[in-house]
């Protein structure tokens, strides 16, 4: 009943290629800030994924609701108690997590409401930040392109940083990708990469 | 102010259903009058219909402007018309009187074939269940056997989801605006004080006063002035009204004073002299009966399991008689049983009559939806 909807368009962007292909087929998906619903719409359109987004957003929502998107206007920090415990395959948190309040918070319910969740995020630890921080300035670039004055990130981390986050949440890492513009990086990650995308389970 | 996209001249239909209608309470309708209007063309496939239902005050006439009356548009004319959120240029869009009203559709005000009079009190409580029994009959009628959607704000929004539930293959989507899977004690108190306004107005005559040639206006203008305390907000109150005075200062008696004062009555009045009281207590009972969660010990996600329809959920943040958490609860109950739905909870200080408006954000979510609603 979403006929008239364009042709998805977003194949190119690489953070969400590297999250497509964690996504078996089918699958039912929760997109937490989920932005305008690309993401979701390339899953519907390229996996058959059956999901939604949670956006807190009005322009969002709206590009959300012209992609034709399942989305609900929620905000994450207060939790995700619209949402079952384990209803869904994965729960997916792309580039948010350094934005959220409650960073550990939002950890637990993925943990609770999804089979497995899939986070990504800038690299704090990648070395062109670090410069910067060297020279006497917080970074600036491509994957954090604010300044300190108006970032809305406020919980930056490295890989290591996440990975202690994972083991004090009970969340066990299944699987690590690094990337650098649309290359993998597999040499010196928390040093040579600029995103990073985790996929984890609750650790029983 | 109406734009060139108004559906234009626009006039009322009527049909008469002669099956029998099982109510709810058990009392049975042998046949009754339907008042409806439509818009745009319904195409070949007979599969562009969308059907609108309307609140408690409402009617059929959603759209356009009657040819000898001057400013008589629609109560929805914003949303409905040629290039609005509902387009006419896609979809046929019907609006009907429910029946108990007072706009054309048989109610208590209506003349009873058996006995020769007004039905007055002898009417029977209708339900939400029940308006969607008679509007199945009208889309038998037009030939209409899905809706490409069924849209209602407020008591039209429960009327809409009752529709996915009791026909869940006759509705591909619903737009559920303001409404609740059922009222609070609150809402159905606020109801009663509405309800006793009128029944103890000494013009009731206990239901039947058309046979006393007279009308319990008294109440019903009370009736209508708590309603409408409930349907704006604070803040939109505080800001449209304030403290102001009508003659600049305080007269220290019990006449007309502030603005809201002289607003309200004002209001009260013109209801008055437009609806009929037995209609009113009508559609209050109705509201307050409807909870579909009911049967099912309370489950409203037991409720939605039959549902197929995809799902629109709108709330308004300061619409306090209809607030988002009753919203939040049908949503909830849709992401249980993995129906597609989106809800949005859109910041407005117009309180519950904000679904009436024109206002940008909230007209952009709709014809976005409705723009993904095949035809």
Same mark, same amino acid.
């Given at each position: 009943m979403t006929d008239t909807t364009a042709p998805s368009?977003?194949?190119?962007?690489p953070d969400f290629a590297a999250i497509a292909q964690w996504i078996k087929p089918g699958a039912k998906i929760l997109d937490l800030g989920c932005g305008d619903g690309s993401l979701l719409r390339h899953l519907r359109d390229t996996r058959n994924v059956f999901g939604y987004g949670v956006e807190i957003d009005d322009d969002n929502l709206l590009s959300c609701f012209r992609n034709g998107i399942n989305v609900i206007q929620n905000d994450l920090e207060t939790g995700l108690s619209s949402f079952e415990s384990a209803s869904f395959d994965y729960v997916i948190l792309s580039q948010t997590l350094q934005a959220m309040r409650h960073t550990e918070g939002i950890i637990q319910e993925m943990l609770r409401v999804g089979k497995e969740g899939i986070v990504s995020f800038p690299n704090f630890g990648y070395w062109r930040n670090r410069m910067q921080v060297i020279s006497g300035h917080m970074p600036v670039s491509k994957?954090?392109?604010?300044?300190w004055y108006d970032t809305p990130n406020i919980h930056l981390c490295t890989l290591g940083d996440f990975e202690a986050l994972c083991q004090q949440c009970d969340a066990r890492i299944l699987e690590r990708r690094v990337m650098n513009g649309d290359h993998p990086v597999n040499f010196l990650p928390n040093l040579m990469g600029m995103l990073a995308f985790y996929r984890f389970e609750r650790r029983e | 102010m109406q734009d060139s996209k108004s559906v234009g001249v626009v006039t009322p239909q009527y049909v008469t259903i002669d099956k029998p209608l099982q109510l709810k309470s058990g009392l049975m309708l042998d046949s009754y009058h339907l008042v409806y209007e439509t818009y745009g063309q319904l195409n070949a496939a007979r599969s562009n219909a969308v059907l609108i239902c309307h609140a408690l005050s409402g009617n059929h006439h959603v759209a356009g402007v009657y +040819?000898? /009356? &001057?400013? *008589?548009? =629609?109560?929805?004319d914003n949303m409905v018309g040629p290039g609005k959120p509902i387009d006419t240029n896609r979809f046929f869009v019907m609006g009907m009187n429910n029946?108990? =009203?007072?706009?054309? *559709?048989?109610? !208590? +005000? *209506?003349?009873d074939t058996k006995t020769g009079k007004h039905y007055g009190a002898s009417f029977p409580i209708v339900t939400v269940e029940d308006w969607v029994e008679t509007q199945v009959q009208l889309a038998e009628h037009l030939g209409i056997e899905q809706f490409a959607a069924v849209v209602g704000g407020s008591l039209g929004g429960m009327q809409a989801m009752q529709w996915t539930l009791d026909? !869940? &293959? /006759?509705? %591909?989507h619903a737009l559920v605006v303001a409404a609740a899977a059922k009222l609070t004690a609150q809402n159905i108190a606020f109801n009663d004080v509405a309800r006793q306004a009128i029944m103890t107005d000494q013009e009731f005559y206990g239901g039947n006063y058309y046979a006393y040639d007279t009308l319990p206006r008294r109440g019903l203008r009370l009736a209508r002035m708590l309603g409408h305390i409930t349907y704006l907000s604070d803040d939109s109150m505080a800001a449209k009204f304030g403290r102001s005075l009508r003659n600049g200062d305080l007269s220290f008696g019990f006449d007309v004073e502030f603005e809201i004062e002289s607003y309200l009555r004002y209001q009260g009045d013109k209801f008055a002299d437009l609806f009929d009281a037995n209609s009113y207590l009508l559609m209050t009972k109705a509201l307050d009966y409807f909870d579909p969660a009911n049967t099912y010990g309370g489950d409203l996600s037991a409720a939605f399991q039959v549902a197929k329809a995809d799902y629109l959920i709108l709330s308004f943040t300061?619409?306090? %008689?209809? *607030?988002p958490e009753r919203s939040r609860e049908i949503v909830k109950a849709l992401l249980d049983n993995k129906i597609n739905v989106s809800y949005a909870e859109i910041t407005s200080s117009h309180g519950h009559d904000s679904f009436l408006m024109e206002t940008q954000y909230y007209h952009q979510l709709v014809r976005a939806y409705m723009d993904n609603v095949s035809t």
């Open positions: 368009t977003i194949a190119l962007r994957t954090l392109p604010y300044h | +040819a000898d /009356k &001057e400013k *008589s548009y =629609g109560w929805w029946l108990g =009203g007072c706009h054309g *559709s048989t109610g !208590p +005000a *209506s003349i026909y !869940p &293959e /006759k509705v %591909r300061s619409d306090w %008689r209809f *607030s």
